[in-house]
Antibody, heavy 122, light 109 residues
Framework: EVQLVQSGAELKKPGESLRISCKGS????????INWVRQMPGEGLEWMGR????????TYSPSFQGHVTISADKSISTAYLQWSSLKASHTAMYYC???????????????WGLGTMVTVSS | EIVLTQSPGTLSLSPGERATLSCRAS???????LAWYQQKPGQAPRLLIY???SRATGIPDRFSGSGSGTDFTLTISRLEPEDFAVYYC??????????FGQGTKVEIQ
């Protein structure tokens, strides 16, 4: 069974650093890109960036480039999303999602983690 | 950057009724690159439709997708109580990158 298991909720203060994780199981972790998606309270879905776990090559949305870092450790089938200095505006739910490409190049995110709620408050 | 605009913002219907949700792209996109997701309160999104019209594994056949070019539609033929949720369309673009529509909420009338 394919699963993406995300780390637990975080309560942090402004200026602190944070790394959250997403562990894949039930499939070959290096065969599928992992994406990170933000959902601010009461809002819609925003794609943040992706990583190819086989070589750790990353691509970021311009909105998030320079503000977060995506990484992966394929030896433990885990992807990460990290911030060096949190702000209150980073308060949101963060999802990881696996990307698939179908035989006719259909593109979608087929499995999602349950999300990690990050709250930044002084 | 391609923008996806979903309409209506909210759809108020009763169980058993038909729901028609629209997703319009700011420029033409390949049907292969259009997907639909369902999100219920407190849950992660779930893939419903990929390639504009292919149902994902385990998705009931009351859900169907159609469209091409700039106009895409998600249809729920007969709403079940568990279908009341928010629905998002998504497209894959170059770079690579992905964008989501702003969502349509299907609520009980």
């Amino acid at each position: 069974e394919v699963q993406l298991v995300q780390s637990g909720a975080e309560l942090k203060k402004p200026g602190e650093s944070l790394r959250i994780s997403c562990k894949g199981s039930g499939y070959n972790f290096t065969s599928y890109w992992i994406n990170w998606v933000r959902q601010m309270p009461g809002e819609g879905l925003e794609w943040m960036g992706r990583i190819d776990p086989s070589d750790s090559y990353t691509t970021y949305s311009p909105s998030f480039q320079g503000h977060v870092t995506i990484s992966a450790d394929k030896s433990i089938s885990t992807a990460y999303l990290q911030w060096s200095s949190l702000k209150a505006s980073h308060t949101a739910m963060y999802y990881c999602a696996r990307r698939i490409v179908g035989v006719n190049l259909q593109d979608a995110f087929d499995f999602w983690g349950l999300g990690t709620m990050v709250t930044v408050s002084s | 950057e391609i923008v996806l605009t979903q309409s209506p913002g909210t759809l108020s219907l009763s169980p058993g009724e038909r729901a028609t949700l629209s997703c319009r792209a700011s420029q033409s996109i390949s049907s292969s690159y259009l997907a639909w997701y369902q999100q219920k309160p407190g849950q992660a999104p779930r893939l419903l439709i990929y390639g504009a019209s292919s149902r994902a594994t385990g998705i009931p056949d009351r859900f169907s997708g159609s469209g091409s070019g700039t106009d895409f539609t998600l249809t729920i033929s007969r709403l079940e109580p568990e279908d009341f949720a928010v629905y998002y369309c998504q497209q894959y673009g170059s770079s690579p990158s992905w964008t989501f529509g702003q969502g349509t909420k299907v609520e009980i009338q």
